[in-house]
């Protein structure tokens, strides 16, 4: 089975208002609460897929107890780690064709919490076959944290997916265990360069030939409505997607990261599954909910988009 991990998971409300008045008092007709977290969308789309998947995350007070029973209801296998302090709220404000967000940054986790967890997912792992890890670390875990699922994955000979930003995908790619595949967007990879930007193909190209990602199997960049850009132990590939009519791209880079984990599973051919992760990056775009996907357009796309390789 596939094993997904969510470190620190939030209850995602979304407000709609058609304005958005500052220093007085909005009101919401529909206030849309549901289980967010990178990793629980990846998920939900594995799910989805009809792929074997368990999520796991940790859980603290009545807002994990919410989670528990919103993944419960949509038939999502879960091994969840319970946490002292609450899980967190994300709030969207949904105004002016505009999206303004309010991210708590959530619990503090102890070390005994995280030794729990690792525990948990040790003896979850003797069934996996693939580990996806997605999203920030709560505040107490260490920042080369994932470089400890790194080793325990490794030990068992298991492929891991890691879609992270910041000090924790930097120590990670500097680990002795690296991660199989990542997925940064551009954005990412200048970060992890110490660079300011990066503006075109052939600076991507020249960023993915760094020593620093020359043992990462497979760097997935996904460029949005442009597609992928992909190194493949020495290859390069442009993946290039038809445009579409986008509602909610929010959540996009999650169902691309579950498109590429079940491909793993299934052992299918990197082309194949670059295909299937674009393909639900952008069923996802077309969504207003986050973490779902249309599959009735599936094969449409699937068709449609073309794996070039770059020499
Ligand atoms: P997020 O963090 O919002 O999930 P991301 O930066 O990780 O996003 P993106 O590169 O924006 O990920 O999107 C992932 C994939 O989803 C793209 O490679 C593409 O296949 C699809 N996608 C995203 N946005 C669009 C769009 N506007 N039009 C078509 N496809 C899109």
């Known amino acids: 089975m596939i094993v997904t991990i969510t470190m620190n998971p939030s209850i995602d409300i979304s407000y709609p208002l058609g304005e958005f008045k500052v220093d007085t008092v909005n009101r919401c007709d ?17 799910h989805q897929l ?36 609450e899980t967190r709220n994300c709030v969207a404000i949904l105004h002016d064709g505009k999206q303004t967000e309010i991210l708590e940054s959530g619990p503090i986790v102890s070390e005994a919490e995280l030794v729990a967890f690792h525990q948990d997912l040790d003896t979850l792992l003797r069934e996996a076959t693939v580990l996806s890890i997605s999203g920030s670390l709560p505040k107490g875990a260490p920042t080369d944290y ?15 997916v890691l879609d992270t930003s910041g000090a924790s995908l930097l120590a990670a790619v500097q ?33 993915l030939q760094s020593e620093l990602f020359r043992d990462i199997p497979v760097i997935v960049v996904s460029l949005g409505s442009d597609g992928a850009f992909v190194k493949a132990d020495d290859k390069f590939y442009k993946v290039d997607i038809p445009k579409i009519e986008v509602k909610n791209p929010v959540g996009s880079g999650d169902s691309t990261v579950a498109g590429l984990v079940s491909g793993i599973y299934h052992k299918q051919p990197l082309t194949d599954y670059l295909k299937k992760a674009m393909v639900l990056g952008m069923l996802n775009a077309q969504e207003a909910t986050t973490g779902h996907v249309n599959l009735a357009n599936y094969d449409t796309f699937y068709r449609q988009i073309k794996v070039t390789e770059v020499k």
Request: charged share 20%; aromatic share 4%; hydrophobic share 45%.
């Open 30 to 46: 529909i206030a849309r609460k549901t289980a967010g977290g990178k990793g629980l969308n990846v998920s939900r789309v594995l």
């Open 50 to 85: 009809d792929d074997p998947v368990t999520a796991t995350a940790l859980l603290g007070g009545a807002l994990g107890e919410f989670i528990k029973e919103n993944l419960a209801a949509t038939g999502i296998s879960f091994a969840f780690s319970k946490i002292a302090e």
């Open 146 to 160: 994932y470089n400890q699922l790194l080793d325990m994955a490794k030990a068992k000979n298991i492929p891991v």
């Open 175 to 207: 680990h002795a265990n690296q991660p199989y595949l990542i997925k940064p967007n551009a954005e990412e990879v200048a970060s992890l360069l110490g660079i300011p930007e990066i503006t075109n193909l052939t600076d991507l190209k020249i960023s």
